[in-house]
Protein backbone atom coordinates (compact mmCIF):
# COMPACT_ATOMS: atom_id res chain seq x y z
CA UNK A 1 0.00 0.00 0.00
CA UNK A 2 1.04 3.34 -0.94
CA UNK A 3 1.95 5.71 1.73
CA UNK A 4 1.58 8.59 -0.35
CA UNK A 5 -1.82 8.73 -2.43
CA UNK A 6 -2.22 10.48 -4.54
CA UNK A 7 -6.33 11.35 -3.73
CA UNK A 8 -7.86 12.93 -0.62
CA UNK A 9 -11.18 12.70 0.07
CA UNK A 10 -12.25 15.47 2.25
CA UNK A 11 -15.15 15.89 3.88
CA UNK A 12 -16.69 19.50 3.98
CA UNK A 13 -19.38 20.76 6.25
CA UNK A 14 -21.17 24.36 5.57
CA UNK A 15 -19.15 26.03 8.13
CA UNK A 16 -16.65 25.58 5.38
CA UNK A 17 -12.87 25.88 6.48
CA UNK A 18 -13.71 27.18 10.04
CA UNK A 19 -14.40 23.08 10.34
CA UNK A 20 -11.62 21.78 8.67
CA UNK A 21 -9.15 19.82 11.28
CA UNK A 22 -5.37 19.98 10.28
CA UNK A 23 -5.18 17.04 8.50
CA UNK A 24 -7.92 18.13 6.10
CA UNK A 25 -6.14 22.12 6.02
CA UNK A 26 -3.06 20.48 5.39
CA UNK A 27 -4.41 17.88 2.78
CA UNK A 28 -5.55 21.20 0.54
CA UNK A 29 -2.49 23.55 0.81
CA UNK A 30 -0.50 20.81 -0.69
CA UNK A 31 -2.98 20.16 -3.12
CA UNK A 32 -2.40 20.52 -7.22
CA UNK A 33 -5.66 20.14 -7.73
CA UNK A 34 -9.12 20.36 -5.97
CA UNK A 35 -12.12 19.25 -7.79
CA UNK A 36 -15.94 19.77 -5.83
CA UNK A 37 -19.26 20.75 -6.18
CA UNK A 38 -19.69 23.86 -7.40
CA UNK A 39 -21.42 24.84 -3.91
CA UNK A 40 -18.33 23.04 -1.85
CA UNK A 41 -15.75 25.36 -3.83
CA UNK A 42 -17.60 28.50 -3.08
CA UNK A 43 -17.03 27.65 0.74
CA UNK A 44 -13.50 27.63 0.26
CA UNK A 45 -12.60 30.88 -1.52
CA UNK A 46 -9.00 30.83 -0.24
CA UNK A 47 -7.92 27.80 -3.07
CA UNK A 48 -5.18 28.06 -4.38
CA UNK A 49 -4.50 24.92 -6.54
CA UNK A 50 -6.16 24.02 -9.77
CA UNK A 51 -10.10 23.65 -8.95
CA UNK A 52 -12.69 21.67 -11.30
CA UNK A 53 -16.44 21.63 -10.97
CA UNK A 54 -17.18 18.50 -10.64
CA UNK A 55 -19.84 18.01 -13.41
CA UNK A 56 -23.13 16.64 -13.73
CA UNK A 57 -23.95 13.37 -14.71
CA UNK A 58 -21.60 12.47 -11.80
CA UNK A 59 -20.00 9.61 -14.12
CA UNK A 60 -18.58 11.97 -16.05
CA UNK A 61 -16.36 13.69 -13.20
CA UNK A 62 -14.73 10.43 -12.31
CA UNK A 63 -13.42 11.06 -15.85
CA UNK A 64 -11.84 14.26 -15.08
CA UNK A 65 -10.63 12.55 -11.86
CA UNK A 66 -8.50 9.38 -13.29
CA UNK A 67 -6.88 11.93 -16.14
CA UNK A 68 -5.45 13.60 -12.79
CA UNK A 69 -4.20 10.02 -11.22
CA UNK A 70 -0.29 10.68 -10.03
CA UNK A 71 -1.30 14.26 -9.18
CA UNK A 72 -1.95 15.60 -5.65
CA UNK A 73 -5.64 15.68 -5.71
CA UNK A 74 -8.30 16.51 -3.06
CA UNK A 75 -11.87 15.79 -3.78
CA UNK A 76 -14.59 17.56 -1.56
CA UNK A 77 -17.32 15.83 -0.22
CA UNK A 78 -20.29 16.75 2.10
CA UNK A 79 -19.37 15.53 5.32
CA UNK A 80 -18.45 11.94 6.02
CA UNK A 81 -18.35 10.72 2.19
CA UNK A 82 -18.62 7.03 3.47
CA UNK A 83 -22.13 7.35 5.25
CA UNK A 84 -24.59 8.26 2.61
CA UNK A 85 -21.88 10.26 0.47
CA UNK A 86 -19.74 10.07 -2.58
CA UNK A 87 -16.88 7.29 -1.07
CA UNK A 88 -17.92 4.41 -2.32
CA UNK A 89 -18.72 5.82 -6.19
CA UNK A 90 -15.25 7.09 -6.17
CA UNK A 91 -13.18 4.42 -4.70
CA UNK A 92 -14.86 1.51 -6.32
CA UNK A 93 -12.38 2.88 -9.59
CA UNK A 94 -9.31 3.26 -7.25
CA UNK A 95 -6.99 0.64 -5.69
CA UNK A 96 -7.04 0.72 -1.91
CA UNK A 97 -3.23 2.91 -1.82
CA UNK A 98 -4.12 5.23 -4.02
CA UNK A 99 -6.61 6.99 -2.00
CA UNK A 100 -7.11 8.57 1.93
CA UNK A 101 -10.56 9.73 3.38
CA UNK A 102 -10.70 12.52 5.87
CA UNK A 103 -14.36 12.81 7.12
CA UNK A 104 -16.23 15.67 8.73
CA UNK A 105 -19.66 15.25 10.84
CA UNK A 106 -21.87 13.85 8.17
CA UNK A 107 -25.86 15.56 7.62
CA UNK A 108 -27.08 12.74 9.80
CA UNK A 109 -24.94 12.99 12.61
CA UNK A 110 -25.61 16.70 12.56
CA UNK A 111 -29.07 16.40 12.61
CA UNK A 112 -29.32 14.06 15.51
CA UNK A 113 -26.84 16.07 17.93
CA UNK A 114 -29.28 18.80 17.11
CA UNK A 115 -32.45 16.92 17.63
CA UNK A 116 -31.25 14.93 19.95
CA UNK A 117 -31.63 11.60 18.62
CA UNK A 118 -29.45 8.87 19.73
CA UNK A 119 -28.22 7.91 16.01
CA UNK A 120 -27.90 4.23 16.78
CA UNK A 121 -31.93 3.70 17.02
CA UNK A 122 -32.71 6.11 14.32
CA UNK A 123 -32.94 5.35 10.48
CA UNK A 124 -30.65 7.17 7.83
CA UNK A 125 -31.17 7.06 4.34
CA UNK A 126 -29.81 9.17 1.27
CA UNK A 127 -33.38 9.77 -0.64
CA UNK A 128 -30.90 12.48 -2.66
CA UNK A 129 -31.02 10.31 -6.18
CA UNK A 130 -32.92 7.38 -4.83
CA UNK A 131 -36.91 7.25 -4.79
CA UNK A 132 -38.80 8.12 -1.60
CA UNK A 133 -40.28 4.56 -1.01
CA UNK A 134 -36.90 3.28 -0.22
CA UNK A 135 -38.17 4.57 3.37
CA UNK A 136 -41.37 2.47 3.13
CA UNK A 137 -40.78 -0.74 4.62
CA UNK A 138 -39.02 1.12 8.09
CA UNK A 139 -42.23 3.50 8.21
CA UNK A 140 -44.24 2.89 11.56
CA UNK A 141 -45.73 4.71 14.34
CA UNK A 142 -43.18 6.56 16.65
CA UNK A 143 -39.92 5.51 14.07
CA UNK A 144 -37.31 8.34 13.70
CA UNK A 145 -35.57 9.12 10.59
CA UNK A 146 -32.99 11.20 8.78
CA UNK A 147 -32.88 11.62 5.35
CA UNK A 148 -31.14 13.65 2.57
CA UNK A 149 -33.21 14.94 -0.38
CA UNK A 150 -32.25 16.27 -3.80
CA UNK A 151 -33.44 20.36 -2.73
CA UNK A 152 -35.88 22.19 -1.33
CA UNK A 153 -38.71 21.05 -4.05
CA UNK A 154 -37.95 17.47 -3.22
CA UNK A 155 -39.10 18.41 0.48
CA UNK A 156 -42.45 19.27 -0.94
CA UNK A 157 -42.36 16.26 -3.12
CA UNK A 158 -41.74 14.12 0.02
CA UNK A 159 -44.20 15.29 2.61
CA UNK A 160 -46.99 14.68 -0.49
CA UNK A 161 -45.43 11.45 -0.66
CA UNK A 162 -45.79 10.73 3.02
CA UNK A 163 -49.21 11.95 3.33
CA UNK A 164 -50.13 9.92 0.19
CA UNK A 165 -49.49 6.65 1.91
CA UNK A 166 -51.28 7.72 5.11
CA UNK A 167 -48.15 9.18 7.50
CA UNK A 168 -49.41 12.90 6.73
CA UNK A 169 -49.86 13.51 10.56
CA UNK A 170 -45.72 12.58 10.69
CA UNK A 171 -43.67 15.60 11.96
CA UNK A 172 -41.10 16.77 10.29
CA UNK A 173 -38.29 18.98 10.94
CA UNK A 174 -36.70 20.14 7.71
CA UNK A 175 -33.30 21.12 8.24
CA UNK A 176 -31.56 23.72 5.73
CA UNK A 177 -27.55 23.81 5.76
CA UNK A 178 -27.09 22.46 8.99
CA UNK A 179 -24.08 22.92 10.73
CA UNK A 180 -23.24 26.56 8.75
CA UNK A 181 -24.02 30.08 9.66
CA UNK A 182 -27.06 29.83 7.09
CA UNK A 183 -28.85 27.05 9.16
CA UNK A 184 -32.26 26.81 9.54
CA UNK A 185 -34.48 23.98 11.31
CA UNK A 186 -38.25 24.28 11.21
CA UNK A 187 -41.23 22.03 11.95
CA UNK A 188 -44.60 20.89 10.09
CA UNK A 189 -46.94 18.30 9.65
CA UNK A 190 -46.13 16.04 6.40
CA UNK A 191 -49.70 16.69 5.53
CA UNK A 192 -49.76 20.56 6.79
CA UNK A 193 -46.05 21.53 4.83
CA UNK A 194 -46.51 24.45 3.29
CA UNK A 195 -42.65 26.08 3.37
CA UNK A 196 -41.92 27.74 -0.13
CA UNK A 197 -38.19 29.07 0.55
CA UNK A 198 -36.47 25.76 1.49
CA UNK A 199 -32.61 26.02 0.41
CA UNK A 200 -29.92 23.61 -0.14
CA UNK A 201 -28.62 21.38 1.27
CA UNK A 202 -31.38 20.32 2.70
CA UNK A 203 -32.57 17.18 4.92
CA UNK A 204 -35.47 16.02 6.52
CA UNK A 205 -35.54 14.60 10.27
CA UNK A 206 -39.05 12.55 10.12
CA UNK A 207 -40.96 11.19 13.40
CA UNK A 208 -43.51 9.08 11.48
CA UNK A 209 -47.41 8.73 12.81
CA UNK A 210 -49.99 7.51 10.92
CA UNK A 211 -50.28 3.87 8.57
CA UNK A 212 -50.58 1.55 7.56
CA UNK A 213 -47.23 0.25 8.15
CA UNK A 214 -45.52 -3.08 6.88
CA UNK A 215 -44.79 -6.27 9.50
CA UNK A 216 -41.42 -7.25 9.65
CA UNK A 217 -43.06 -11.01 9.08
CA UNK A 218 -43.04 -12.77 5.96
CA UNK A 219 -46.81 -12.70 4.77
CA UNK A 220 -47.68 -9.01 4.25
CA UNK A 221 -51.41 -8.20 4.15
CA UNK A 222 -52.65 -8.89 0.06
CA UNK A 223 -54.01 -5.43 0.07
CA UNK A 224 -49.87 -4.14 -0.50
CA UNK A 225 -49.86 -5.71 -3.94
CA UNK A 226 -51.09 -4.91 -6.79
CA UNK A 227 -52.61 -7.31 -8.76
CA UNK A 228 -55.04 -9.45 -11.31
CA UNK A 229 -55.39 -12.33 -9.08
CA UNK A 230 -52.40 -13.86 -9.84
CA UNK A 231 -51.01 -13.48 -6.59
CA UNK A 232 -49.48 -16.35 -4.22
CA UNK A 233 -51.95 -15.62 -0.96
CA UNK A 234 -50.44 -13.96 2.48
CA UNK A 235 -50.58 -17.51 4.07
CA UNK A 236 -49.14 -19.50 1.34
CA UNK A 237 -46.52 -16.99 0.90
CA UNK A 238 -45.66 -16.84 3.93
CA UNK A 239 -44.78 -20.92 4.05
CA UNK A 240 -43.38 -20.46 0.82
CA UNK A 241 -40.72 -17.18 2.00
CA UNK A 242 -39.77 -19.68 5.27
CA UNK A 243 -39.32 -22.73 2.66
CA UNK A 244 -37.21 -20.45 0.75
CA UNK A 245 -35.35 -18.83 3.84
CA UNK A 246 -34.13 -15.80 2.28
CA UNK A 247 -30.02 -15.40 3.69
CA UNK A 248 -28.16 -11.84 2.67
CA UNK A 249 -26.55 -11.07 -0.10
CA UNK A 250 -28.38 -14.53 -1.86
CA UNK A 251 -30.52 -14.30 -5.14
CA UNK A 252 -33.92 -15.47 -5.92
CA UNK A 253 -35.30 -16.55 -9.36
CA UNK A 254 -38.86 -16.00 -9.02
CA UNK A 255 -40.33 -17.74 -11.91
CA UNK A 256 -43.61 -16.59 -12.99
CA UNK A 257 -43.80 -13.38 -11.24
CA UNK A 258 -47.45 -12.69 -11.15
CA UNK A 259 -47.49 -9.37 -8.94
CA UNK A 260 -44.08 -9.92 -7.72
CA UNK A 261 -45.25 -10.58 -3.83
CA UNK A 262 -42.95 -13.50 -3.49
CA UNK A 263 -39.53 -11.77 -5.00
CA UNK A 264 -40.68 -8.53 -3.14
CA UNK A 265 -41.05 -10.38 0.16
CA UNK A 266 -37.55 -11.64 -0.42
CA UNK A 267 -35.66 -8.17 -1.29
CA UNK A 268 -38.12 -6.95 2.08
CA UNK A 269 -36.09 -9.85 3.86
CA UNK A 270 -32.69 -8.19 4.21
CA UNK A 271 -31.41 -5.29 2.63
CA UNK A 272 -28.49 -7.30 1.09
CA UNK A 273 -31.18 -10.01 -1.13
CA UNK A 274 -31.11 -9.83 -4.60
CA UNK A 275 -34.20 -11.56 -6.46
CA UNK A 276 -35.07 -11.64 -10.52
CA UNK A 277 -38.96 -12.12 -11.33
CA UNK A 278 -39.69 -13.89 -14.60
CA UNK A 279 -42.79 -12.91 -16.32
CA UNK A 280 -44.26 -13.93 -19.33
CA UNK A 281 -47.27 -11.26 -19.57
CA UNK A 282 -46.33 -7.58 -20.07
CA UNK A 283 -48.92 -6.06 -17.94
CA UNK A 284 -47.74 -8.08 -15.05
CA UNK A 285 -44.41 -7.61 -15.15
CA UNK A 286 -44.99 -3.78 -15.65
CA UNK A 287 -47.32 -3.99 -12.29
CA UNK A 288 -44.43 -6.18 -10.84
CA UNK A 289 -41.71 -3.61 -11.16
CA UNK A 290 -44.44 -0.96 -9.35
CA UNK A 291 -45.47 -3.18 -6.84
CA UNK A 292 -41.62 -3.44 -6.14
CA UNK A 293 -41.01 0.51 -6.47
CA UNK A 294 -43.60 1.32 -4.00
CA UNK A 295 -42.89 -1.46 -1.39
CA UNK A 296 -38.92 -0.02 -1.31
CA UNK A 297 -37.67 -3.35 -3.35
CA UNK A 298 -37.00 -0.93 -6.74
CA UNK A 299 -33.38 -3.19 -6.68
CA UNK A 300 -35.67 -6.27 -8.23
CA UNK A 301 -34.93 -7.34 -11.39
CA UNK A 302 -37.88 -8.02 -13.56
CA UNK A 303 -37.18 -10.28 -16.85
CA UNK A 304 -39.74 -10.40 -19.49
CA UNK A 305 -40.27 -13.36 -21.47
CA UNK A 306 -41.06 -17.22 -21.14
CA UNK A 307 -39.54 -19.88 -18.84
CA UNK A 308 -37.20 -21.56 -18.88
CA UNK A 309 -36.12 -19.22 -22.33
CA UNK A 310 -35.81 -16.26 -20.46
CA UNK A 311 -33.99 -17.63 -17.67
CA UNK A 312 -30.48 -17.95 -20.04
CA UNK A 313 -27.66 -15.58 -18.61
CA UNK A 314 -29.46 -14.95 -15.30
CA UNK A 315 -26.73 -14.50 -12.58
CA UNK A 316 -26.92 -18.18 -10.85
CA UNK A 317 -29.74 -18.63 -7.80
CA UNK A 318 -29.39 -19.44 -4.51
CA UNK A 319 -33.02 -20.09 -4.12
CA UNK A 320 -35.49 -20.79 -6.83
CA UNK A 321 -39.51 -20.36 -6.58
CA UNK A 322 -41.87 -21.78 -9.38
CA UNK A 323 -45.30 -20.34 -8.39
CA UNK A 324 -46.86 -20.91 -12.30
CA UNK A 325 -46.17 -22.92 -15.12
CA UNK A 326 -44.48 -26.25 -13.60
CA UNK A 327 -43.65 -28.38 -16.11
CA UNK A 328 -41.08 -31.19 -16.98
CA UNK A 329 -39.51 -29.42 -18.92
CA UNK A 330 -39.44 -26.33 -16.63
CA UNK A 331 -38.08 -28.90 -13.88
CA UNK A 332 -35.47 -30.13 -15.96
CA UNK A 333 -34.00 -26.70 -16.67
CA UNK A 334 -34.15 -25.19 -13.74
CA UNK A 335 -32.10 -27.87 -12.34
CA UNK A 336 -29.43 -28.40 -14.47
CA UNK A 337 -28.79 -24.39 -14.17
CA UNK A 338 -29.23 -24.53 -10.17
CA UNK A 339 -25.49 -24.75 -8.76
CA UNK A 340 -24.95 -27.02 -5.79
CA UNK A 341 -26.19 -25.90 -2.42
CA UNK A 342 -29.16 -23.44 -4.01
CA UNK A 343 -32.82 -24.58 -3.21
CA UNK A 344 -36.03 -24.89 -5.12
CA UNK A 345 -39.76 -24.66 -3.41
CA UNK A 346 -42.19 -25.51 -5.96
CA UNK A 347 -46.08 -24.57 -5.01
CA UNK A 348 -48.42 -26.93 -7.48
CA UNK A 349 -52.35 -26.71 -7.79
CA UNK A 350 -53.61 -29.03 -10.20
CA UNK A 351 -53.42 -32.79 -10.22
CA UNK A 352 -50.88 -33.31 -13.11
CA UNK A 353 -48.63 -30.83 -11.16
CA UNK A 354 -48.56 -32.31 -8.28
CA UNK A 355 -48.19 -35.80 -9.97
CA UNK A 356 -44.58 -33.99 -10.89
CA UNK A 357 -43.78 -33.10 -7.53
CA UNK A 358 -44.28 -35.91 -6.05
CA UNK A 359 -42.42 -37.80 -8.60
CA UNK A 360 -39.45 -35.09 -8.75
CA UNK A 361 -39.51 -35.50 -4.75
CA UNK A 362 -39.27 -39.12 -5.01
CA UNK A 363 -35.75 -39.03 -7.04
CA UNK A 364 -33.96 -36.19 -5.71
CA UNK A 365 -35.71 -36.01 -2.12
CA UNK A 366 -36.68 -32.80 -0.20
CA UNK A 367 -40.20 -32.33 1.71
CA UNK A 368 -43.80 -32.79 0.49
CA UNK A 369 -46.11 -30.29 2.30
CA UNK A 370 -49.90 -30.47 1.54
CA UNK A 371 -51.76 -26.80 2.25
CA UNK A 372 -55.24 -26.95 2.72
CA UNK A 373 -56.76 -23.51 3.46
CA UNK A 374 -60.51 -22.04 4.78
CA UNK A 375 -62.33 -19.17 5.24
CA UNK A 376 -65.10 -18.40 7.02
CA UNK A 377 -67.23 -16.62 4.80
CA UNK A 378 -71.84 -16.22 5.12
CA UNK A 379 -73.68 -19.07 4.48
CA UNK A 380 -76.87 -17.66 4.22
CA UNK A 381 -77.92 -15.98 7.91
CA UNK A 382 -75.11 -17.56 9.43
CA UNK A 383 -71.53 -18.50 8.50
CA UNK A 384 -69.61 -21.88 6.94
CA UNK A 385 -66.41 -22.35 6.16
CA UNK A 386 -64.97 -22.22 2.27
CA UNK A 387 -62.00 -23.90 0.93
CA UNK A 388 -59.91 -22.61 -1.56
CA UNK A 389 -57.55 -25.24 -3.54
CA UNK A 390 -54.88 -27.19 -1.85
CA UNK A 391 -51.85 -26.52 -2.82
CA UNK A 392 -48.95 -28.80 -2.79
CA UNK A 393 -45.32 -27.39 -2.13
CA UNK A 394 -42.11 -29.17 -3.00
CA UNK A 395 -38.91 -27.73 -1.20
CA UNK A 396 -35.39 -29.41 -1.63
CA UNK A 397 -31.59 -28.40 -1.66
CA UNK A 398 -30.08 -29.75 -4.89
Known sequence: MSV?????????????????????????????????????????????????????PFADGLTLLLENR??????LASGDPFWHGAGGSLTKHLELGEWR?????STMSLAAATLGWPL????????????????????????????????GDAV?????????????????????????????IRQSAAQELAFS?????????????????????????DAFFDNDGQITKRPVRALTLSALAPLPGEHLWD?????????????LAHPRTRATSVEINADRAARIKANATSLGADRLKVVTGAAPEALAGLDAPDA??????????????????????????????????????????SQNGGDLLRIELAHANPLGRKRGWKSAYPIVQWSVTK
Open 4 to 56: DPWLTIVGLGEDGPDGLPPASRKALEDAEVVMGAARHLSLLPQITAETVTWPI
Open 70 to 75: GRQTVV
Open 101 to 105: SLPAP
Open 120 to 151: ESTITMGLHAAPFARLRPHLANGTRAIVTLRD
Open 156 to 184: SDFAAWLTGIGFGESTLHVLEAIGGPRQR
Open 197 to 221: DITHPVSVAIEAQGGPALTTASGRA
Open 255 to 267: IGGGSGSIAIEWL
Open 320 to 361: VFIGGGISEEMLQTVWQQMPEGARLVANAVTLEAEVLLANWQ
